[in-house]
């Protein structure tokens, strides 16, 4: 069982190229996570999945787009990327939706801006 | 809203007992979990508490308090490799909401 995957596992983009980061789960979780981490600020919440069809908007959603066409996959997309994306991005998922239940994480993607 | 407070570093030497500290201020609370995240690597559960009170998990302990908005993660005969960062992570109002987390180095 691989749990959460992420691909890449790194990548340099030019800004203003867009990009899609890919996560996929194998464990039937109902609900899914992106969440961006820089030093000093811990990991803030992009988007949610709290089921397959739906999607919510975290913390810091300006610049990314997420879809959820079925229950494993969870892609997050940067439309056009600029320098302060740059961050590491981890996907995350939860067997129960809402915030009360224990999150997996994938093992990250690293993103650099220029 | 959230707002969630922790230290930022954490120094302690192997074998001593380290508690890392933890308030929260949260609508629609639902309980506190512990991540540990090592240096380039994914964050990993840890513990969780919905009620008051003392969870133990062999070195590990977790402690909550609802009406004081309080936990803490207690980490016993500390190892170097406990060297890590600790993030508390609140379930209020159906998002999940992280500390920016307690860079604990455990030295000799």
């Known amino acids: 069982i691989a749990g959460i995957t992420q691909a890449p596992t790194s990548q340099i983009l030019a800004a203003g190229r867009r990009m899609t980061l890919r996560c996929t789960q194998d464990m039937r979780h109902n609900a899914m996570y992106w969440y961006r981490q820089d030093l000093g600020l811990g990991l803030r919440l992009i988007h949610y999945s709290n089921t397959a069809g739906t999607t919510g908007k975290g913390e810091v959603p300006d610049g990314y787009s997420v879809s959820r066409a079925n229950t494993d996959d969870f892609p997050l997309t940067l439309a056009s990327a600029v320098p302060s994306q740059t961050s590491v991005y981890f996907c995350a998922s939860s067997e129960l939706a809402g915030a009360t239940d224990t999150q997996y994480f994938g093992p990250g993607t690293r993103l650099t801006v220029l | ?108």
């Open chain 2, 1 to 108: 809203g959230q707002n969630i407070d922790q230290p930022t570093e954490m120094t302690a030497t192997e074998g001593a007992i380290v508690q890392i500290n933890c308030t929260y201020q949260t609508s629609g609370f639902n309980g506190l979990f512990w991540y540990q995240q090592h240096a380039g690597e994914a964050p990993t559960f840890l513990s969780y508490n919905v009620l008051d009170g003392l969870e133990e998990k062999g070195r590990f302990s977790s402690f909550l308090s609802r009406s004081k908005g309080y936990s803490y993660l207690l980490l016993k005969e500390l190892q170097m490799k406990d060297s890590a960062s600790y993030f508390c992570a609140s379930g209020g109002s159906y998002i999940p909401t992280f500390g920016r987390g307690t860079s604990l180095i455990v030295h000799p």
